[in-house]
């Protein structure tokens, strides 16, 4: 059984940083492509990032994340990070970790497992 918790959340002032966890049990991480989704107050979930399985290729999905999140994995610690920096109020939502078979994509749907997300606050 897939499974993937979520670690570190919180608040933070505009133009901070914070790095996100998410520790896969039951299954070498780079076998699945893992990927953030997030879902801000009164919008839709949205695919943010996403690291693919053998080659490690990575892709970001909000035009407005680019160059300031960065996924990456720790085969070793079986582990995938999300570092966002210079955040900004707008990044304010739930993330979730997301584990699933074949390549990556900004679609829910192709990806079975879930984090139970964790808190994001951006604000002064």
């Known amino acids: 059984q897939l499974r993937v918790v979520e670690s570190g959340g919180g608040l933070v002032q505009p133009g901070g940083s914070l790095r996100l966890s998410c520790a896969a049990s039951?299954?070498?991480?780079?076998?699945?492509?893992i990927g953030w989704f997030r879902q801000g107050p009164g919008k839709e979930r949205e695919g943010v990032s996403c690291?693919?399985?053998?080659?490690?290729?990575?892709?970001y999905y909000v035009d407005s994340v680019k160059g300031r999140f960065t996924i990456s994995r720790d085969n070793a610690k079986n582990t995938v990070y999300l570092q966002m920096n210079s955040l900004k109020p707008e990044d304010t939502a739930i993330y979730y970790c997301?584990?699933?078979?074949?390549?990556?994509?900004?679609?829910?749907?192709?990806?079975?497992?879930w984090g139970q997300g964790t808190q994001v606050t951006v604000s002064s």
């Open positions: 997301v584990a699933g078979w074949g390549g990556c994509s900004d679609q829910p749907s192709r990806f079975p497992s």
């Open positions: 039951g299954f070498p991480i780079d076998y699945y492509s």
């Open positions: 690291i693919s399985p053998s080659d490690g290729s990575t892709y």
